[in-house]
């Protein structure tokens, strides 16, 4: 995914930080950055703090944690919550009308974003059928995405060659 965040974006996101009556301190600017600079790639807190790290050498997993789940309550982040109980973290988006969609591979954990809505009727449906108004949805797909099935047909390709032989 491309990142498409301009200073403007950064703006709102340092704005409503201050807003909220936090400080934005060079610690919470760097991992602001990281956030924006990863957009697409669901980071856990222990990578973003791998990554944040770099830029600056002294700031704690503590800090980092603190920040991010400050960034989860204000809805500057979403957290997404795997099978295996990994919290991944990436910034939410305010063009969204829904939390956009994933798929998740069980081999490899890697995670892909789909954009398209395709639960509005259902989301009518519930609505009328249960009386009940419907903010926002999340949904997961898991499965095995095309590399890793590559490897697997591989893998197998290379046991059916030993029997053989």
């Avoid at 919290?87 to 974003?113: G, P």
């Avoid at 519930?126 to 591989?154: M, P, Q, T, W």
Wanted: aromatic share 6%; net charge negative.
């Amino acid at each position: 995914m491309v990142n498409s965040y301009t200073s403007e974006d950064i703006l709102k996101i340092t704005n409503k930080l201050k807003k909220s009556g936090y400080k934005l301190t060079p610690q919470r600017q760097a991992i602001v950055d990281t956030i924006i600079d990863s957009v697409g790639k669901h980071l856990t807190v222990e990578e973003i703090f791998d990554i944040v790290k770099q830029r600056r050498p002294e700031i704690g997993l503590a800090t980092v944690y603190r920040t991010i789940m400050l960034m989860h309550e204000q809805n500057i982040v979403t957290r997404l919550d795997l099978i295996d109980g990994t919290a991944r973290y990436e910034l939410a988006r305010d063009d969204e009308h829904h939390t956009h969609h994933h798929l998740v591979c069980l081999n490899c954990s890697t995670v892909f974003e789909f954009m398209d809505d395709l639960l509005d009727p259902l989301e009518e449906e519930i609505g009328r059928k249960y009386n009940f108004k419907v903010l926002d949805h999340s949904l997961k797909f898991y499965g095995i995405c095309n590399e890793c099935a590559k490897e697997e047909k591989i893998k197998e390709e290379l046991n059916n060659d030993k029997r053989e032989g």
